[in-house]
């Protein structure tokens, strides 16, 4: 199980996240969703390692950082490094052996190129399929379906029921709710730094129209013809 307990972040007086509690169990699916700047790349990052933040992150399986496959919402590759180069650098990091990269391929991506001249869909497939191979026991995922066509997302979605039934633990976000919907067991609507409200599968209906309610369009609407 991996636990978030009373987490909080801020950059000097400017506080990102407020008193985050959380859990997440293998084989569960948890989504995050909030407007922009509701701070759920930075709640990732935190988890991930990647960010110095107050309060715990727990984990009952081992060393969090060793286990866990971090996808940013854009990933970032080095200059000159092929698909494969990069696939090998991750492989060495986790000292994985891999005989034939090809067969693990599963996005059929160009591997002999160099990887900053990919579309973004082919940059984040390519990221994925990294993540994959590293074998990892929990995933956070920003944005996975961001930028990849219908068809890779669709094989994105296959691919985190498979790890469902493989236990491993997931977390992610995204913008498409209708694909938090097909595929998440748990939604938590994170605003304000804040997480607001969790719900089961079956309910996440409620979170859409706290969303919808929360926007904008209606005072845009309002600032035109009543302003």
Known sequence: ???????????????????????????EIHG?????????????????????????????????????????????????????????LLCNARDIVVNNLDELNLFDL???QY???YSTGM??????????IQKNEVFILDEPFNGVDISSNMMIQDMLQQLKQLHKTIVLSSHIFSSLQDSCDYLHHLSGG??????????????????????????????????
């Open 1 to 27: 199980m991996l636990k978030i307990k009373s987490l909080s972040k801020s950059y000097g007086d400017h506080k990102i996240l407020s008193d985050i509690n959380l859990e997440f169990h293998q084989g």
């Open 32 to 88: 995050i969703v909030g407007e922009n700047g509701a701070g759920k790349t930075t709640l990732f990052k935190c988890v991930a390692g990647l960010e110095s933040f107050d309060g715990q992150v727990e984990y009952d399986k081992g060393i969090l950082k060793n286990e866990t496959g971090y996808l940013p919402t854009i990933p970032f590759y080095f200059s000159n490094m092929t698909g494969y180069e990069y696939l090998r």
């Open 110 to 112: 160009p591997l002999k």
């Open 115 to 117: 990887a900053e001249t």
């Open 123 to 132: 940059q984040k497939k390519l990221a994925i399929t990294g993540l994959l």
């Open 194 to 227: 804040k997480i607001i409200n969790s719900l089961p599968r079956g309910r996440f209906q409620e979170i859409e129209l706290e969303m919808k309610k929360a926007g904008t369009h209606h005072k845009i609407i309002d600032s035109i013809y009543l302003g």
